[in-house]
């Protein structure tokens, strides 16, 4: 499973049923897990671990260290989870000492050609990463984001669950959970209705969200008076926890 013209380091690990294709370099200390494929022309450093049932398409560097001019060399590493596509030409670069020490990939993602996520990021599961999504240093995206192609994310934003960002936008502070936003900077248009039906909120649960959407974005409420407002809404199903969550945790502020 191994082409003879892919260079393998001695001090990787691979797995088991691990398809490496040709002129693929895979550096010392990476270790990739069980049935993934590594195309050709792709380039692996570490320290780097990937989990099982990945594939990563021809010309994807993976665990480059980082250009941030802090970077000095230090033993950084990436933590790439399970069943994640990763497509031609992305760039994922290892985290620095002056944060987490790591950049962090989830699992069930799908990162398409030419998307950039930097140092120290944060990236959970189911999330969609349209072409030329570019991610700097010290971003967090939470599970089933998705970020649209070209969107620019400015260094240390958060992104919430289930929200959308639309075509080349640029998100300059933190995208709540649910929200779509568009824009240059970003601003908030809806919720992301779509993305939750298809992930199976109910028709009740998607009125709730449109509610609290209302309350934050719509009453001219003060954050402050928002946040109380939702907090007495009556939510049995905890359906507003994670927006509430996203928009307190904030360092930078949340897009109004």
């Known amino acids: 499973m191994i082409d003879p013209l892919a260079k ?47 594939v990563i398409y021809q010309f994807a560097t993976v665990g ?48 398409m050609a030419y998307v950039h996520i ?12 349209v072409n030329n999504a570019s991610l700097a240093g010290h971003v967090r995206v939470d599970d089933w984001a998705f970020l649209s192609g070209f969107t620019m994310l400015h260094q240390h934003v958060q992104v919430g669950a289930h929200s959308f960002l639309g ?36 028709p ?7 509610g609290a959407y209302r309350t934050l974005y719509r009453r001219g409420l003060k954050l402050d008076e928002a946040l109380a407002a939702l907090d007495a809404t009556p939510d049995p199903d905890a359906v507003l926890a994670p927006l509430l969550q996203s928009i307190r945790r904030s360092q930078r502020g949340i897009i109004r």
């Open 118 to 129: 930097g140092h120290d990021c944060v990236i959970g599961d189911h999330i969609i990463m």
């Open 8 to 54: 393998i380091d001695p001090k990787a690990s691979l797995g088991r049923n691990v398809t490496i294709g040709p002129w693929t370099h895979v550096g010392p200390d990476v270790e990739i897990g069980d049935n993934t494929i590594v195309h050709s022309h792709a380039v692996l450093k570490g320290p780097t671990r990937i989990g099982r049932d990945n």
């Open 204 to 210: 009740a649960q998607i009125r709730l969200v449109q």
């Open 167 to 202: 075509a080349a936008a640029f998100l300059n502070q933190d995208l709540p959970a649910y929200i779509m936003a568009v824009g240059y900077p970003a601003t908030p248009r809806t919720i992301n209705k779509v993305g939750l039906a298809r992930r199976g909120f109910t």
């Open 64 to 111: 480059e260290d980082t250009p941030d001019v802090k970077y000095q060399g230090e033993p950084t590493r990436l933590i790439i989870g399970d069943n994640n596509r990763i497509r031609e030409g992305v760039t994922i670069h290892r985290g620095t000492v002056q944060d987490r020490g790591e950049t962090r990939i989830g699992s069930h993602n799908l990162i």
